[in-house]
């Protein structure tokens, strides 16, 4: 089983749909996660940390469940310039582990 | 301009070539690591460092070799490339020593090994 599992993409949207992302880990010792974005390549960008009490930005949540070693990311009203591929991440001790990235890509 | 810079962009070598890739920011962050990206698998950290004189193995790092001799700079060394080693290359920095902050990554270094 790999150490962080996602959904597999790619997501396909219209506009101003809302989407929601999945990510598990197998570590229970891992102690802070996040999402990060990435487009075309180039280099990943972080676009959330991800807490037990949940977090939102704007359009975008993201909730952790520990006891489930669970992580999710929604994003309402998808806009064009969301598509990319977003990237769940673990720290567990210093050692980051990514997951393989879910694509998304939004369509007018 | 706050940054993590990666050096060459882009490099074709062939196999058994030493050579180094640099990394280095001027945040003064504590944690700095490095990846490579390949399709299918995602993201896979070779080595990282929490601070200068310390460095730890990722997930892949056969094939590699990487020092923290300052603050600010961290090579990644392949003594001896093969062509399983060619793919995308991200250098990162974090201020927290233990990486769990904000990850900034340098723009990826393209290597080739023929």
């Known amino acids: 089983r790999k150490e962080v599992e996602q959904d597999p993409g790619p997501f396909n949207v219209p506009e101003g749909a809302t989407v929601a992302f999945n990510c598990t880990y197998s570590n229970s010792a891992s102690q802070s996660f996040f999402w990060y974005r990435q487009d075309c390549r180039k280099e990943p960008k972080l676009l959330m940390s991800v807490y037990s009490s949940g977090n939102e930005d704007g359009r975008f949540t993201a909730q952790l469940n520990r006891a489930s070693q669970y992580i999710s990311l929604l994003i309402r009203d998808s806009k064009l310039s969301d598509s990319a591929t977003y990237l769940c991440v673990v720290n567990t001790g210093g050692k980051l582990i990514f997951g393989q990235g879910t694509e998304l890509s939004v369509k007018p | 301009e706050a940054q993590v810079t990666q050096n060459p962009r882009y490099l074709i070598t062939v196999t058994g070539k030493k050579l180094t890739v640099t990394c280095s920011q001027n945040?003064?962050?504590?944690?700095m690591s490095w990846y490579r990206q390949d399709p299918g698998l995602g993201l896979r950290q070779i080595y990282y460092s929490m601070n200068v004189e310390v460095t730890d193995k990722g997930d892949v790092p056969e094939g590699y070799k990487v020092s923290r001799k300052e603050k600010r700079n961290f090579p990644l060394i392949l003594e001896s490339p093969s062509p399983n080693q060619t793919s995308l290359y991200f250098c990162?920095?974090?201020?927290?020593?233990?990486?769990?902050?904000?990850?900034?990554f340098g723009p990826g270094t393209r290597l080739t090994v023929t």
């Open positions: 945040m003064n962050h504590e944690y």
């Open positions: 990162a920095s974090s201020s927290s020593g233990t990486g769990e902050g904000e990850q900034y």
